[in-house]
């Protein structure tokens, strides 16, 4: 390679990052707001129902969140079908909008003491709101940065969608550990909890002027010239296999997810005993580790493949998952939890890292953002946004141990998924 083509070589990889970098703080945010909620739920939950134990306002914020779930695949229609038709940097720039009010609403509704009915009335309202923002959000991050990666790379780089959703959620349990470091908890419950969504809100304000630098991508470009059909479902029933796969390839990973990430810190508290600060520092340095997880098994499937970290996720999830929670359930120990959360953590990168390259190389580009976008939000909003609520009424229901099975389950069908796909990575239509 000559001098010149180096250059040209490093000022592309450069203009690469920097495009990756801006989407990715965007992702940050839409992914901190979304979370702020269930770090927060312990604290307002009573703000916003009626009074009873806590299990039961839990068992409410928990249904809350997955209603939020149940827009996200109006979300993925509307802004992957707007990012397919006007490109993905406009619809990157409207989800974050549409996340910042949402953020807001919840900060300054008052609670059922004050309006009554209004109060829960509201908080639906905004996750609904949030739940089609972070719906368009996923479809459409997701093909952004499978879209700028550098050929070869792509599994590294777009990996960095789950180390920016996992950063969204750093940042919320930082935020939650700061306050809780300076506020008494009776002042958590009052008015603290309002703090890390005006944060959001303020923030998303923020990402809307950063994205306004970013590239589009040439593969949008490209299909815009091409005068193929873009972004209808019209389009996409063009390609049944590839959506039902798409489900396959979500469910178990889903689940999972949610169960290791947003359920386990209430599980700590509500079950093994463990007190909310302690709980909140085992999550946070957690998860600080699987996010720096993402990217090294990223770089990995470009060298060895996508299918073999699937299987490992579904062979060790099936395999694993009751094991680790009954033994987390009982366990008080904080460096001992902490092990058991890390373990399952590792088990689920396998997925998290290279979901969003995977399910972006079997569309074309015409209709990528709909495809990846639609199929996995109807997913995650039927099995990952319930994770949480199914796992709390079945504690209520005295069947705790139920959920364990039920998340063994869902990966397992999974697993029987990644034994029959192809290699996604060799016959990628990325380059077509």
Do not use: H
């Not at 395999?319 to 953590?345: R, Y």
Request: net charge positive; with cysteine; proline share 3%.
């Amino acid at each position: 390679m000559t001098t010149a083509n180096r250059d040209v070589a490093v000022r592309s990889e450069r203009r690469v990052i920097g495009n990756v970098v801006r989407g990715s703080i965007g992702n940050l945010i839409e992914w901190y707001d979304w979370y702020a909620y269930t770090a927060f739920s312990v604290y307002f939950a009573a703000t916003f129902f009626p009074k009873g134990d806590s299990t039961a306002q839990l068992l409410n914020t928990a249904a809350v969140f997955a209603v939020g779930f149940l827009m996200r695949p109006l979300g993925g229609w509307m802004l992957g079908r707007y990012a397919d038709r006007f490109g993905r940097r406009a619809a990157l720039t409207l989800s974050v909008a549409l996340m910042a009010f949402g953020s807001l609403v919840i900060a300054l509704t008052p609670g059922y003491d004050s309006i009554g009915l209004a109060a829960p009335l509201l908080l639906v309202a905004a996750r609904l709101l949030q739940g089609i923002s972070v719906g368009g959000e996923y479809a459409t991050s997701a093909t952004y940065l499978s879209e700028v990666a550098t050929e070869g790379k792509r599994g590294y780089y777009s990996s960095f969608q789950y180390v920016t959703l996992v950063s969204g959620q750093l940042v919320a349990l930082g935020v939650q550990i700061v306050l809780q470091q300076f506020l008494a908890e009776e002042q958590m419950d009052a008015w603290g909890w309002r703090i890390p969504f005006v944060i959001g809100a303020v923030g998303a304000l923020v990402v809307l002027w950063l994205r306004r630098g970013m590239d589009e991508t040439e593969s949008y470009k490209a299909a815009s010239e091409s005068g193929a059909e873009q972004g209808t479902i019209k389009a996409l029933l063009q390609y049944p296999k590839e959506c039902l796969l798409v489900v396959g390839l979500t469910l178990g990973g889903t689940v999972a997810f949610y169960t290791y990430t947003t359920y386990l810190q209430k599980y700590m508290v509500n079950t093994g005993g463990i007190d909310k600060p302690t709980a909140a520092w085992i999550n946070f340095v957690a998860l600080l580790v699987f996010m720096f997880l993402q990217p090294l098994a990223g770089a990995l499937s470009d060298r060895i493949g996508r299918r073999k970290l699937l299987l490992f996720f579904g062979v060790t999830g099936t395999l694993l998952t009751v094991p680790l929670m009954t033994v987390l359930g009982g366990t008080q120990n904080p460096i001992a939890a902490f092990l058991l959360m890390m373990g399952g953590l590792i088990i689920v990168s396998g997925y998290t890292s290279i979901n969003a390259i995977v399910k972006a190389e079997l569309f074309p580009s015409n209709i990528r953002a709909l495809g990846v976008g639609l199929p996995y939000a109807l997913t995650v909003a039927i099995f990952g946004g319930t994770s949480e609520y199914v796992a709390l009424w079945l504690k209520q229901a005295g069947l705790e141990s139920v959920f364990f099975y039920y998340v063994s389950g869902c990966v397992l069908i999974s697993l029987l998924v990644y034994l029959t796909m192809r290699e996604t990575s060799k016959d990628s239509r990325m380059r077509k």
